[in-house]
């Protein structure tokens, strides 16, 4: 488990531990690139950056919502790329490190950005089975309730849920699902367009709530 107290971006300016060196002079790397700080080893090996021998590609995916240790490990990296550009010698060794080092901290900016879209926007979203989930909410299933049961309460809570899609469409960090979102947003706006009088059907309102939980 990543000792994210360790990490955090609070420890970035932490002096690293390992053997002691003079003031300015730090040790020399060994073949892994070995680099101590906050007590934590940071090391290279078969092209990937480890933290205590764990994979930090790996360590990014477990902490998927955690800011504050993306910000950590970022840190961790940043650090880490500096002190081993200071003495990189084999130089194919060293343009595989740089070239790890850069696409980690991609990565974590990448988490950051979504995480702040989504904050921004007041959504968050996934696909699950083919439909879209948007805060939580099945849209596709919605929709279907609300053409069995049109009233204005959920017409406004859907005239939210195309102001949401709306947003996605206008984004393009969601470009792999615009095909559907857009489909979602036609057809809600098809229906908030409709008055409950050209919309209502006998069948429907007969068998009442053809959508379960």
């Not at 998927?64 to 490990?73: C, E, M, N, P, V």
Request: overall charge positive; charged content about 30%.
């Amino acid at each position: 488990m990543v000792r994210s107290r360790r990490i955090d971006s609070r420890d970035r300016g932490s002096r690293p531990v390992g053997p002691s060196t003079e003031e300015g002079i730090r040790p020399i790397l060994d073949k892994e690139f070995s680099h101590y700080r906050d007590g934590m080893r940071w090391s290279f090996t078969d092209g990937k950056i480890l933290l205590d021998g764990e994979d930090v590609n790996k360590l990014l995916d477990s902490h998927k919502t955690d800011i504050r240790a993306w910000l950590g490990i970022a840190g961790g990296i940043d650090e880490y790329r500096k002190v081993v550009n200071q003495q990189a010698r084999e130089q194919n060794q060293f343009v595989k490190f740089e070239a790890i080092a850069e696409a980690l901290l991609g990565k974590i900016m990448g988490h950051l950005k979504k995480v702040c879209d989504q904050k921004t926007s007041g959504l968050t979203y996934s696909i699950e089975n083919g439909q879209l989930i948007l805060n939580r909410i099945n849209v596709h299933s919605f929709l279907a309730l609300y053409r069995a049961r049109r009233t204005e309460k959920a017409r406004q809570f859907l005239k939210g849920i195309r102001d949401k899609l709306g947003y996605l469409l206008g984004s393009p960090e969601h470009e792999k699902i615009r095909g559907m979102v857009q489909r979602l947003y036609d057809e809600i706006s098809d229906d908030l367009g409709k008055t409950p009088e050209d919309s209502r059907s006998p069948r429907l309102l007969s068998r009442g709530n053809p959508v379960g939980d």
